[in-house]
């Protein structure tokens, strides 16, 4: 059967969100309470059920309802259809514990219905179960940010390792002549040391770690070994050559200098 003459449903998680982030240096008594009743570790999570083939899915080719569960630790606040694509779509949620049903409606090809999901108690962990007429099989698919994190990371890395090796430059580990007098080196050494630790922390948050745990103290150890004998390196290199204590001339001027001293 060919892919226009086909039914398919995606049902995709495209975004978990943390409503409170706890991090090191924060507020940490913010509560988040719905009807007065406080959440521990809320979520809010938005999930995509969407018509990914060629033919419509009819109300009379669900068995039973789409069932999207959390995760067995996990407790659901609250579920609603956030919007529809196109709007006028005909979709009920409803919710009970750890898991919401999608109910029978009908989806033309490329319809897609977007539900917003609070949770609490833990991280939610998704996954669906449906029997639908002409699908073989429902399953969640995550959203992979993986290349662009891979990108950005390699990208913040070197950047943290050109500011930490041009602060080391600077501050002239070497000994040798900079351009650049005591107080000015010592300013722009802490200004690049500054922009170094910047980035490291985005860099650190991009891969989902708090800013001051142990990674950030590995990354910052390994970064001084890269950097610390690049900028020796450099800065060695960059010394001018010794010169001589004396120059002795060849030809005719050596010669005549030993008849005058003769």
Same mark, same amino acid.
């Given at each position: 059967?060919?892919?226009?003459?086909?039914?398919?449903?995606?049902?995709?998680?495209?975004?978990? %969100? &943390?409503?409170?982030?706890?991090?090191?240096?924060?507020?940490?008594?913010?509560?988040?309470?719905?009807?007065?009743?406080?959440?521990?570790?809320?979520?809010?999570?938005?999930?995509?059920?969407?018509?990914?083939?060629?033919?419509?899915?009819?109300?009379?080719?669900?068995?039973?309802?789409?069932?999207?569960?959390?995760?067995?630790?996990?407790?659901?606040?609250? *579920?609603?259809?956030?919007?529809?694509?196109?709007?006028?779509?005909?979709?009920?949620?409803?919710?009970? =514990?750890?898991?919401?049903?999608?109910?029978?409606?009908?989806?033309?090809?490329?319809?897609?219905?977007?539900?917003?999901?609070?949770?609490?108690?833990? %991280? &939610?962990?998704?996954?669906?179960?449906?029997?639908?007429?002409?699908?073989?099989?429902?399953?969640?698919?995550?959203?992979?940010?993986? &290349?662009?994190?891979?990108?950005?990371?390699?990208?913040?890395?070197?950047? #943290?390792?050109?500011?930490?090796?041009?602060?080391?430059?600077? $501050?002239?580990?070497?000994?040798?002549?900079?351009?650049?007098?005591? =107080?000015?080196?010592?300013?722009?050494?802490?200004?690049?040391?500054?922009?170094?630790?910047?980035?490291?922390?985005?860099?650190?948050?991009?891969?989902?770690?708090? %800013?001051?745990?142990?990674?950030?103290?590995? $990354?910052?150890?390994?970064?001084?070994?890269?950097?610390?004998?690049? *900028?020796?390196?450099?800065?060695?290199? #960059?010394?001018?050559?010794?010169?001589?204590?004396?120059?002795?001339?060849?030809?005719?001027?050596?010669?005549?200098?030993?008849? #005058?001293?003769?």
């Amino acid at each position: 059967m060919s892919q226009n003459q086909s039914k398919s449903v995606d049902v995709s998680v495209s975004n978990v %969100t &943390p409503i409170v982030e706890k991090q090191a240096g924060g507020i940490e008594d913010i509560v988040v309470t719905v009807s007065g009743v406080p959440i521990d570790k809320p979520y809010l999570s938005i999930i995509k059920i969407a018509n990914s083939g060629g033919l419509p899915v009819t109300r009379e080719d669900y068995e039973k309802p789409l069932e999207i569960s959390v995760g067995e630790n996990v407790q659901i606040i609250k *579920a609603i259809v956030s919007e529809t694509i196109p709007k006028g779509i005909s979709a009920n949620i409803t919710w009970e =514990r750890n898991k919401f049903f999608f109910h029978p409606a009908l989806l033309n090809p490329e319809d897609t219905v977007i539900v917003n999901v609070l949770t609490g108690s833990a %991280t &939610p962990v998704f996954d669906a179960t449906g029997r639908i007429s002409g699908i073989k099989n429902i399953s969640i698919k995550e959203k992979s940010d993986k &290349p662009f994190k891979m990108v950005m990371g390699g990208m913040l890395s070197i950047f #943290a390792l050109i500011c930490l090796t041009a602060a080391l430059i600077v $501050f002239n580990f070497s000994k040798g002549n900079v351009i650049l007098n005591k =107080r000015s080196s010592w300013f722009v050494s802490f200004t690049l040391f500054g922009a170094y630790s910047i980035i490291s922390m985005k860099l650190l948050e991009l891969f989902g770690y708090t %800013t001051f745990d142990w990674h950030f103290f590995l $990354f910052y150890l390994a970064s001084v070994c890269i950097s610390m004998p690049l *900028a020796y390196i450099i800065n060695k290199s #960059a010394q001018p050559s010794p010169q001589p204590d004396c120059v002795i001339s060849g030809g005719a001027d050596a010669g005549s200098s030993g008849g #005058a001293a003769g």
